[in-house]
C-alpha cells in the first residue's frame, strides 16, 4: 500500500519560498509507472494541479503555466522522496497543498498541508 | 487548458436514490477521464479511471461512463456515507484540470 507523507512550514512570508515535501512508502519516485505529481485547493481556486515529475530512462517536469516561473518539483531518490519549491509566494498561494501518485489515475494522495501566505 | 464543466454544482438527494452528475469537456479528451470523492477534511479518493473503470475496492454502486467531451458518474442506491463532493478530472493533457465539483447532500 502507498503511502505519501508530506512535512514543512503552514505559514509563508510573502515574497519567501514555499517548500513542502512528500516522502514514499510502498513506491519508488523512480517508478516507471507512476508520476508524482503536487495539487493545491482553494475556494477560489477549487483543485488546481501544479505538477509533475517521473522517470523514464531520465528525469521529466511538467508544470502548470500559471506558476511555471516561479516552480520546481524535485526528487530525492536517496530518500525516496520528491519536493516542491514556489518561489515569490502572495497571499494568492495560500491553500491546502496535496501530493498524490498518478498511477492510473491520482491514486494515493497525502495529507494535506494548509499553507498560509502572510506577514 | 481544458476546461471541465461539472453539473450540477449541488445536489440534494434520499437515501436509495440514484444520481447523475454529469461532466464536459472543452475539448475531445477521448476517455482520460477520472471522477474522485472528497470528504470534508480528506483528500480526494480516486473512484473511477478511465471513464468507467473501478478503483480496487470501491463500491460497485459507484460507476462512469462516457467519452469525447460528455462523461457521467452515477451513484445507485444512495446510502448517507457518500455525502461528499465529487469531482471529474482529465488527464488527456497537462495542466490536469478539474472540474469544480458536485456537493453531494442527503434530504
Known amino acids: 500500500q502507498v503511502q505519501l507523507q508530506q512535512s514543512g512550514p503552514g505559514l509563508v512570508r510573502p515574497s519567501q519560498t514555499l517548500s513542502l515535501t512528500c516522502a514514499i512508502s510502498g513506491d519508488s519516485v523512480s517508478s516507471s509507472l507512476a508520476a508524482w505529481n503536487w495539487i493545491r485547493q482553494s475556494p477560489s481556486r477549487g483543485l488546481e494541479w501544479l505538477g509533475r515529475?517521473?522517470?523514464?530512462?531520465?528525469?521529466?517536469?511538467d508544470y502548470a503555466v500559471s506558476v511555471r516561473s516561479r516552480i520546481t518539483i524535485n526528487s530525492d531518490t536517496s530518500k525516496n522522496q520528491f519536493s516542491l519549491q514556489l518561489n515569490s509566494v502572495t497571499p494568492d498561494d495560500t491553500a491546502l497543498y496535496y501530493c498524490?501518485?498518478?498511477?492510473?489515475?491520482?491514486?494515493?494522495w497525502g495529507q494535506g498541508t494548509l499553507v498560509t501566505v502572510s506577514s | 487548458d481544458i476546461q471541465m464543466t461539472e453539473s450540477p454544482s449541488s445536489l440534494s438527494a434520499v437515501v436509495g436514490d440514484r444520481v447523475t452528475i454529469t461532466c464536459q469537456a472543452s475539448q475531445d479528451i477521448s476517455n482520460h477521464l477520472n471522477w474522485y470523492q472528497q470528504k470534508p477534511g480528506k483528500a480526494p479518493k480516486l473512484l473511477i479511471y478511465g471513464a468507467s473503470n473501478l478503483e480496487t475496492g470501491v463500491s460497485s454502486r459507484f460507476s462512469g461512463a462516457g467519452s469525447g467531451s460528455d462523461f457521467t458518474f452515477t451513484i445507485s442506491n444512495l446510502r448517507p456515507e457518500d455525502i461528499a463532493t465529487y469531482y471529474c478530472q482529465q488527464y488527456h493533457n497537462v495542466p490536469y484540470t478539474f472540474g469544480q465539483g458536485t456537493k453531494l447532500e442527503i434530504e
Open positions: 498524490a501518485r498518478d498511477h492510473a489515475g491520482l491514486d494515493s
Open positions: 515529475t517521473y522517470y523514464r530512462s531520465t528525469w521529466y517536469n
